[in-house]
């Protein structure tokens, strides 16, 4: 398995390249750049201007830049915003973070709800229940996540039982440490739920399909004539075999949280990944723009190595030493 993991490592670098090259190239093909909006301040001259491309080598040619920033990238250098003024690894460490907690906190709820509903709708298939979740999936499924966090802010704002976006609340610095807990509790509900619900649906119906499958093996069967519980026949046999094909999805249910959070993150004001890259992207941050890609993937490249490594654990036929 080390051996495995280390080929993936290896792997994975020139794909990052290529995918940080490919970045690189769109953010220069684009018209403008940052420095554009600075040339319309009266007060800032072009000497001035001047001085920072020659700084940050803006006025070398593209792959000389490319070169120079991926020099840095060795030394956990990401680069300079220019649109906030700070290095780059400052403004990622903490919005990588809070995007983290929010793809983190949607994972859970979706894993700890979407399985024990696809397991209850194959036990009881075809029944009052199997087609009340069926239902209630598909109307999941239909309904626009920004749609949806948008009248959950509009009942926040009419009930005042959640807060309306943003990370904090305003005296969050006062509180005691269990009251910061539970202040980002709150402020978590909403994204949280607008994420995962269409991820709930999808993958409840995952699991019933793949646990209908698993109950007609012949070894289910076998498990039920030696006369063992049927809790133990669901949960223990059936169970462990039908979950397999939901940790293949690991990976990319991870990077499609990541991909879903951007919107919900402007939309509720979450300060993280999404909604900084939008702001990258508008103002021409180039180093921005590319260092969150970069962690992007990253990430998913580490969901789906996670995935097969939790994949051999599940399932002892599965063996990566060839």
């Not at 554009?36 to 001047?50: G, H, K, N, V």
């Not at 949960?235 to 990976?251: D, E, K, Q, S």
Request: net charge positive.
């Amino acid at each position: 398995m080390f051996k495995y993991i280390i080929k993936r490592i290896l792997v994975s670098i020139p794909l990052l390249l290529v995918m940080s090259l490919l970045t690189f190239y769109l953010m220069h093909i684009t018209p403008g750049n940052f420095f554009d909006t600075l040339r319309m301040d009266p007060q800032i001259s072009e000497e001035t201007l001047a001085r920072y491309e020659e700084l940050y080598q803006l006025d070398k040619p593209l792959l000389q830049q490319y070169l120079h920033w991926l020099k840095n990238i060795v030394h956990l250098e990401f680069g300079y915003s220019f649109f906030y003024n700070v290095p780059v690894s400052k403004i990622l460490s903490g919005r990588l973070f809070n995007t983290f907690i929010l793809s983190f906190a949607s994972m859970v709820l979706t894993w700890a709800v979407a399985i024990p509903l696809g397991i209850l709708a194959a036990v009881n298939r075809n029944r009052i229940i199997d087609k009340t979740l069926s239902m209630v999936s598909f109307i999941c499924l239909s309904i626009p996540s920004f749609f949806l966090a948008m009248l959950l802010l509009f009942f926040a704002s009419r009930s005042g039982i959640f807060p309306l976006g943003g990370m904090y609340s305003a005296n969050f610095d006062d509180l005691t440490f269990m009251g910061k807990i539970i202040d980002l509790l709150r402020h978590l509900i909403i994204p949280t739920v607008v994420i995962s619900l269409g991820s709930i649906a999808s993958l409840q119906r995952i699991m019933r399909g793949n646990f209908l499958e698993t109950l007609r093996q012949q070894y289910i069967l076998t498990a039920r004539a030696k006369g063992l519980p049927e809790n133990r026949v669901i949960y223990v046999h059936a169970l462990r075999n039908a979950i397999n094909p939901l940790i293949t999805l690991f990976g990319y249910e991870l990077s499609s949280l990541l991909g879903g959070a951007a919107l919900i993150e402007i939309i509720c004001n979450w300060p993280g990944l999404g909604s900084l890259m939008l702001t990258a992207v508008r103002a021409k941050d180039v180093y921005l723009v590319m260092s969150s890609m970069l962690m992007g993937g990253v990430l998913l490249l580490l969901g789906n190595l996670i995935a097969d490594i939790l994949l051999a654990w599940s399932d002892p036929r599965i063996r990566y030493d060839k």
